[in-house]
């Protein structure tokens, strides 16, 4: 049995800020059942949503700090999970990673890089648990140090790190490299080292044994100018060692026949019933019932990478066709603003919330009849799937897994039944808006949505075939 520490900076539902959550939640119960023993490792937030019992298990000294190690269950789950408990660093409210007014937190280098030391000791079975695995899986950057620091130890275990979105690059002034108290190896261009600054993303990707990245289409992306933030040289140097693995969703959490928070169930088999929720939604926010009438939805950080300023550029032609719009999000202050004003100047077509909120994401994905995804750069995406599942047609532009998940509406992929969406290229208003167009038209042919629905519905996107290529990734190391 392959043991695997999973390191993790956030975990549905104990806390998530976006889908590197729900990837850290159905990845390791995936494993499980496929007889691997996986084991989590998160910081204990403030705001940890915990419902299982938590048990106090060692201490560990790390850096001139004690840290307790807790442990309890992923909910409703035989996943077991390790909080690394110090108050001091992790003892903040609401997100982890950015203040109530969207700032970072001033010592997220000490947090995380803390994290990533008792991950070494866990690693290494140093913190007095009695089990060491074979594989650390890290991910993100607050993990990043976690292979570098592996890197200097006797007999370690092999390390994988996954990068979620490679813009996000945990970076900080050099001084910090010394106030870690961090390895003087490491530091230099092939190390964490990066014009200038601290990475910890380099960390994971100059020193893991493997890199992985979501999804086949962003693992060649980010070996280029465009899409690698400067890292695209080291990626090309270790592409041998760099695979996608295309994410999965979580089947039962996310499925219309059984989902909790929805007002009408609905299947394969009953997806006229799907209407209900449509109805109701628009019944709810004020928005003029008329099932001829098409409800888009959007639900996303608010932030230019989600497509937000094409999404605020083509509102203005947007409104003036057929149909009604609806956002669940926030982000950054600008769009929030633009979004609140076409809400209030067209309060029956467009409903805009600027939250997140579990129940409401799962109520809006079975109500719209297409979901807007218009990114300018997706590694995987969950949305799209969760979208497809639910009947709900997708519009992606043709990036990262949005392209290896969503196929253009077409006559010839009508004929062959694989068409499940729409997908445009060009990162403009103009872009989205044609096809935005062209799903407006194909809408009013009921037959034909139908079938797209059913094409979509009928994919399996569970987690089982991408867990097992990463326990084949795992026997390989």
Same mark, same amino acid.
């Given at each position: 049995m392959k043991k695997i520490l999973f390191v993790?900076?956030?975990?549905?539902?104990?806390?998530?800020?976006?889908g590197l959550a729900d990837v850290s939640a159905s990845l390791p119960i995936a494993l499980n059942g496929l007889n691997a023993d996986v084991r989590l490792l998160i910081p204990y937030y403030k705001d940890l949503n915990k419902t299982e019992e938590t048990y106090y298990k060692s201490t560990v000294h790390v850096n001139k700090r004690s840290v307790n190690i807790l442990e309890t269950f992923l909910p409703e789950t035989q996943v077991l999970v390790w909080l690394v408990d110090c108050p001091a660093l992790f003892d903040y409210p609401g997100n982890p990673y950015v203040d109530e007014q969207g700032n970072d937190w001033l010592n997220n280098a000490e947090r995380f890089?803390?994290?990533c030391r008792v991950a070494v000791e866990l690693a290494m079975n140093r913190a007095y648990l009695d089990w060491m695995p074979d594989v650390v899986h890290c991910n993100d950057w607050q993990s990043g140090l976690v292979p570098a620091l592996l890197s200097t130890e006797v007999d370690r275990p092999s390390t994988v790190f996954t990068i979620h979105n490679l813009a996000y690059q945990g970076l900080f002034p050099k001084k910090t490299h010394a106030l870690l108290n961090l390895p003087r190896q490491f530091w230099h261009p092939n190390g964490?080292?990066?014009?200038?600054?601290?990475?910890f993303m380099k960390g994971g990707l100059a020193y893991a044994d493997r890199i992985t990245t979501v999804s086949p289409?962003?693992?060649?992306?980010?070996q280029t100018a465009e899409f690698g933030y400067g890292l695209e040289g080291l990626l090309r140097h270790r592409n041998k060692d760099l695979v996608g693995i295309l994410n999965g969703i979580d089947i039962d959490h996310w499925n219309p026949e059984t989902d909790v928070y929805l007002n009408q169930h609905y299947g394969i088999s009953t997806l006229d019933k799907k209407q209900l929720n449509k109805t109701a939604l628009q019944a709810k926010?004020?928005?003029?019932?008329?099932?001829?009438?098409?409800v888009f939805a959007l639900i996303s950080r608010l932030v230019e990478q989600k497509g937000l300023g094409l999404i605020v550029d083509a509102l203005p032609e947007m409104l003036k066709l057929p149909l009604q719009f609806v956002l669940l999000g926030k982000g950054e202050k600008y769009f929030e603003q633009q979004l609140a004003f076409f809400a209030k100047k067209h309060p029956q077509?467009?409903?805009?919330?600027?939250?997140? +909120?579990?129940? %409401?994401?799962?109520?809006?994905?079975?109500?719209? +009849?297409?979901? %807007?995804?218009?990114?300018l750069f997706e590694p995987c995406g969950l949305n799209q799937l969760y979208s497809q599942r639910y009947g709900t047609v997708p519009i992606v532009r043709k990036t990262g897994g949005l392209a290896d998940t969503v196929v253009d509406a077409l006559p010839a992929t009508f004929n062959d039944k694989t068409a499940t969406g729409f997908v445009f290229n060009g990162a403009s208003s103009g872009a989205l808006l044609e096809a935005i167009k062209r799903s407006i038209i194909v809408y009013s042919d009921s037959e034909r949505w139908k079938e797209l629905q059913l094409n979509g519905m009928q994919k399996n996107d569970s987690w089982h075939s991408s867990a097992q290529r990463y326990l084949e990734l795992y026997e390989a190391l």
């Open positions: 993790t900076s956030e975990v549905f539902p104990l806390i998530k800020t976006g890089a803390l994290f964490i080292e990066f014009n200038g600054m601290l990475s289409t962003y693992a060649q992306e980010i926010y004020g928005l003029f019932i008329d099932a001829n009438v098409p077509q467009v409903v805009i919330i600027l939250d997140y +909120d579990e129940a %409401l994401a799962h109520q809006f994905e079975a109500a719209a +009849d297409i979901f %807007l995804m218009p990114s």
